[in-house]
């Protein structure tokens, strides 16, 4: 048996589909100097067809799952497309005299090298991006063609050492059942694309390609993390036990759709959506969101060469407000610096960008950027139910100087006579361990809070959560993020106002009961996620989550919580409770 990262919920069972990660091998050729203008030609023949490729794998991939999932190909052509690499590739082949594919390949080496030097996280993952699109360009110059991952076999389970984004969207989807990776984290590309096709997957199991060959039998537990090779017979009945019922709790789920999320002895909480474009509001609409709880808004700004007007925003929001009408609409103001920066804005390069200039400190920073998205968010305001929040706020000086700025983004309204919202409500992010401590002072002064737990875990453990060395020590079950959620709900209930979670622990099942029995007011999850944490949440009796989480807080450490949620998970969803 191997232990993974869990990345995707779920059992699978079927046969090994061992994909190699591909070793081209470039031949080194000299060439004449009558040769290059043939040569040039047959590297522009590969970049024409390489990104037609990759243009049918975007519209492809934005077709069957969404334009978001489709977008992480708009990457890999702009690497295509930078014009600095393809003019040191003609430049040097010009130079150099050697064949196409060699030059090219050793001027992408260089890139790679360079990225790898670098300190920041984001960028060092580009490198992903660059080795894809320089594969498939290399495969075109070669004439090769890639393993085909079209004629996979049914109920077979990918074991790879990892997966390109390009690798999941060209699958025979339908014949695989499971993906098992040596490498990557609960926020990697086979991560993201396996909870959005709802295949179980297990991520960061080292070297489970080396243990495995083509035809073995494999068990995936997406849940608890665990792979069994060959298992016994009686561990294969087991999960065939579990995976029935499993997939009898799925078929239940649309019985589901139209009823509140409440629980069993009548406790009701909301159960919302996670947007970032607004073209997924027809899914989530069609999954029985009840509103949306956050709209990412950051992503509004990037793939553009300018910075968007008022009246872009403005369309936007009413666009979005007007399709979730008579639910609420939770708009997040610029979230960006990070890992999400423009090239528009003049933001230094930084030793610590996740804890630097970004989100509400870069808003603050920049006021004219900044009102002109809460003038449009005001506007928007208008015509529906609509909530504003500020990322990433630690002190109550940040929130005083933000709403400072919205009251000047009123009065500028007011001037112009421009109708706006007179009652929208204003919250906060929790999402820094300053925030989560002083919860009690700030829920004075907002109408309502919404956890954001991916920084929050973070920044409270001391881990970066895109570092696969230390993912183990990303435990969302932590003793010290449960007292900190505790602190944070029970903080925002003494002063009336309402406790909701949109980070990604607020989408995972297993913690469902848990989040419930703390006493969060509202879930916004992806869309995927909606209807299985509303079956759950009308699984349980509130009493017994309340007792659940009296438990979770006598334990000492994430890994006794976790055993003791997934425990409970399993109940719910197994029929065993």
């Known amino acids: 048996m191997f232990k993974g990262i869990p990345a995707s919920p779920g059992i699978a069972i079927g046969k090994v589909y061992l994909y190699n990660s591909e070793d081209i091998q470039v031949p080194k050729v000299k060439i004449r100097v009558s040769d290059i203008p043939s040569e040039i030609t047959r590297f522009e023949e590969a970049l024409i067809k390489t990104r037609s490729e990759l243009i049918t794998i975007r519209n492809n991939i934005s077709t069957e799952m969404s334009t978001k999932h489709g977008a992480i190909f708009n990457a890999h052509l702009l690497v295509l497309e930078d014009r600095t690499i393809i003019d040191e590739v003609i430049s040097r082949l010009r130079d150099q005299k050697y064949n196409v594919e060699y030059v090219f390949e050793d001027v992408l080496r260089k890139y790679i090298d360079a990225f790898q030097k670098m300190d920041d996280e984001y960028l060092r993952e580009r490198i992903t991006d660059i080795e894809d699109v320089g594969k498939r360009l290399l495969r075109n110059l070669l004439g090769k063609k890639k393993q085909a991952l079209l004629d996979i076999p049914p109920k077979s389970i990918v074991v790879a050492y990892d997966l390109a984004p390009s690798d999941t969207a060209t699958m025979h989807r339908r014949h ?44 995936i537990d997406g849940t608890t993390g665990h792979v069994y090779l060959n298992p016994a017979r009686a561990v294969v009945t087991q999960y065939l036990k579990e995976q029935k019922k499993l997939i009898k709790f799925d078929k239940e789920l649309q019985d589901i759709r139209c009823l509140p999320a409440q629980t069993i002895d009548g406790h009701r909480v909301e159960l919302a959506a996670n947007i970032e ?11 029985g969101a009840e509103g949306i709880g956050l709209y990412r808004t950051e992503y509004f700004y990037m793939n553009r060469a300018g910075l968007p007007t008022e009246e872009e925003h403005y369309q936007a929001y009413r666009a979005v407000i007007d399709k979730v009408k008579p639910n609420t609409l939770t708009i997040r103001s610029l979230d960006l610096g990070g890992d999400k920066f423009l090239s528009q804005l003049d933001v230094p390069k930084e030793m610590n960008p996740f804890l630097g200039w970004r989100a509400i400190r870069l808003s603050l920073a ?24 500020y990322p990433m706020i630690s002190g109550v000086e940040e929130l005083e100087a933000a709403n400072k700025c919205l009251d000047e983004a009123r009065q500028e309204l007011r001037a112009k006579k421009i109708p706006f919202g007179r009652d929208m409500e204003v919250g906060v992010m929790i999402e820094v361990p300053s925030a989560a401590i002083i919860a009690d002072i700030l829920a004075s002064r907002v109408d309502f809070f919404s956890i954001g737990t991916n920084d929050l875990i973070q920044y409270s453990l001391a881990v970066d959560r895109v570092n696969e060395k230390i993912a183990y020590l990303y435990e969302p079950a932590h003793p010290a993020v449960l007292r900190l959620l505790k602190n944070i709900i029970d903080a925002g ?9 949109c980070g990604e622990m607020a989408g995972e099942l297993k913690y469902a009961p848990l989040l419930l029995g703390l006493g969060l007011d509202e879930f916004s999850v992806p869309p995927p996620s909606l209807l299985k944490i509303k079956r759950i949440i009308r699984s349980v009796k509130y009493e017994d989550a309340k007792n659940l989480v009296l438990r979770a807080l006598e334990l000492s450490t994430g890994k006794e919580v976790e055993a003791l949620v997934s425990k409970r998970f399993r109940d719910i969803v197994y029929g065993v409770a």
């Open 366 to 389: 920049k006021p004219e950027l900044f009102k002109v998205q809460l003038r449009a968010v005001l506007r928007a305001s208008a015509h529906g139910k609509l909530r504003l929040m």
């Open 277 to 287: 474009l607004p073209d997924e509001v027809p899914a989530i609409i069609a999954h």
């Open 493 to 501: 209930h003494a002063k009336g106002i309402w406790v909701g979670m």
């Open 176 to 219: 695989i059942v499971g993906f098992v990776t040596d490498i990557g984290g609960k926020t990697s590309h086979t991560a993201i694309m396996a909870k959005s096709l709802e295949i179980p997957a297990v991520v960061g199991l080292e070297n489970i390609t080396e243990n495995v060959k083509n035809g073995d039998t494999l068990i």
